[in-house]
């Protein structure tokens, strides 16, 4: 059987986007479904200019909380540049690649020539291939490759199909620039065929480059990898997914409050769905066995952020991850300080709210209102007489609650209510908002549950009529 080696190949030139992410995490399933397989992370960081340390890191950083798992250390592109252009070198010696000294002008006019149409051949370059000084010089120069002007290459993609291109689509593409750095092109195919790459799965946008890279393998005889091109993930307008849809970063999801649980869950259901289960909830082991690259769709799919919070509000409430959001409060300066405040506290706010909350975050207003010190504040609000002719005795029955339990309070409030022969919410909603100045919220038992017998008497007592 084939020992599959696959990669990922980020630059390093913005924060790890949840579209990479997504190629990250399929090039992780296809390891994790061939027990020897490899996967290599590479950090392709030959564009000085853009790529920057703390893109590097974010990446790296949105992989590991992702839960994605590499072999070896990450690879830097960037220290290999010697042998991409020994690469380069070898082909000007075996006359698979030419010196081209065409200025931009000359280039310019040229291009303008071929996307008119009145050229048909898209060679860039017509004339240094064969002048012998331009050949000859040891300097001044940019390395391109030869295409041939004939024949066609039929790509057959595990997720596209087969895809035909005719050579004469191909220009004769760079692979060293003039101040003696190779391009993506070049470094690319290098780096893969060095590190045994035989199967690519990456996003489609690099479909086209293929047919370019496939000529520097061929040219260097070198066994050209299995590809796999997954379609981009658009959002719900049909344009690409960017920050206009909401936030892309993979760490700002994560500190959003996000799970990488429903995070996984929502990108591998763009473009395939588990076989024979009654629900769209699939954890990493299940997708893991059943998984198959060949059934992904070839056309893009939509990111919606409402499927987002749908898993995860599924994902957040399940009991493994009540430590998975102690270790969030813990990376949110506010939630730090009441988890400090009183932990148990905060546990109990979110026990009461997750149900209805779609990610962590939305845990610091919530709790705002049961941390804060307002409450010892005089009380404004005015209530209607049917409530003010029953509050004291009401006070007098919440003081007398010996055993602070759910079940008591419920009951104490049930018997109350019936006693004084009124309807819920002319209790509820005024002590509701005593408790939390808002009329809307949990049931009171709650409220009182998550504030305490102390705290809530506190607040019943600011009341004044
Ligand atoms: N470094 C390229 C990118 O981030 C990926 C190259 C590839 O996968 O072939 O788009």
Known sequence: MTKYITRFAP?????LHIGSARTALINYIFKCQYPDAKLYLRIEDTDKIRSTEEFKKNIINGLNWLGIEWDNEPQIQSLNINRHLEVAHNLLKIKKAYKCICTEDQLTVRRKKINTGEISSKKICISCETDNEVQSLDKGYVIR????STGKEILK??????????????DDFVLVRRDNTPTYMLSVVVDDH?????FIIRGDDHLNNYFRQKFIYQHMNWEIPQYAHIPLIHGEDGTKLSKRHGAVNLIDLKNDGYLPSAIINNLILLGWSPKNQDNEIIELNNIISQFEIKSLSKSASIFSYKKLDFFNNYFLRLE??????????????TLKEY???????????????????SKYIEIVNISKIYFSNDYSKNHDEKFQDD?????????EVIININKWEYDIISLEI??????NNIKFPVLGKPVRHLLTNNYNGPSITDIFMILGKKESIERLKRYKF
């Open 414 to 419: 049930k018997e109350f209510i019936k006693k």
């Open 339 to 357: 988890l400090s405040l009183d932990k148990e506290k905060l546990f109990r706010v979110f026990d009461v709210y997750k149900k209805d909350i």
């Open 194 to 198: 060095d590190l045994g790459v035989n």
């Open 11 to 15: 630059s390093p030139t913005g924060n």
């Open 145 to 148: 490759i030869k295409i041939p």
């Open 320 to 333: 493994p991850n009540r430590k998975t959001f102690e270790d969030y409060c813990i990376s949110n300066s």
């Open 157 to 170: 993609d595990v997720i596209q199909g087969d895809v035909e291109v005719n050579n004469t689509e191909i």
């Open 387 to 395: 409530f003010n002719h029953i509050f004291s005795e009401f006070l």
